[in-house]
């Protein structure tokens, strides 16, 4: 998946389509995580991420970010649907890897902890 494609998943949108987003993660995030947890290494910042986009405290900018990647994650058809195996997770990997690496500072020492006791009870 080129920048240019990634930017534009990434980039910020109004309020409303960000509360889309938000709602569109709450409700499909958990579900996805356990298809994609042997096929993404870093699972685990991943739900971190999901915990720093869901915290009121994260910045807006950031949260926008998060819940741009974690929607793209979420939805089961996007440019490689998730259900090719091998291949299914390989964009959704590239949108999570470039969220993650530009907010990596705002996902806080309890948002990982949270991630890690979540992680365990899954």
Same mark, same amino acid.
């Given at each position: 998946?080129?920048? $240019?494609?990634?930017?534009?998943? /990434?980039?910020? =949108?109004? +309020?409303?389509?960000?509360?889309?987003?938000?709602?569109? =993660?709450?409700?499909?995030?958990?579900? *996805? *995580?356990?298809?994609? !947890? @042997?096929?993404?290494? %870093?699972?685990?910042?991943?739900? $971190?991420?999901? %915990?720093? $986009?869901?915290? #009121?405290? *994260?910045?807006?900018?950031? @949260? +926008? *970010?998060? /819940?741009?990647?974690?929607?793209? %994650?979420?939805? #089961?058809?996007?440019?490689?649907?998730?259900?090719?195996?091998?291949?299914?997770?390989?964009?959704? /990997?590239?949108?999570?890897?470039? !969220?993650?690496? $530009?907010?990596? +500072?705002?996902?806080? #020492?309890?948002?990982?902890?949270? !991630?890690?006791?979540? /992680?365990?009870?899954?």
């Amino acid at each position: 998946m080129d920048t $240019a494609k990634i930017g534009e998943i /990434l980039a910020p =949108v109004d +309020g409303a389509e960000n509360d889309r987003r938000e709602h569109r =993660v709450r409700e499909g995030f958990w579900r *996805t *995580t356990k298809r994609a !947890a @042997r096929h993404i290494p %870093f699972m685990d910042e991943v739900v $971190a991420s999901y %915990f720093a $986009a869901i915290d #009121p405290k *994260t910045p807006l900018r950031v @949260r +926008g *970010t998060l /819940l741009a990647a974690l929607a793209y %994650f979420v939805m #089961p058809v996007d440019i490689i649907p998730d259900f090719i195996f091998g291949l299914g997770f390989t964009d959704d /990997l590239a949108v999570l890897t470039a !969220a993650i690496t $530009a907010i990596q +500072g705002h996902i806080k #020492p309890a948002h990982r902890k949270a !991630a890690r006791a979540a /992680l365990s009870e899954k």
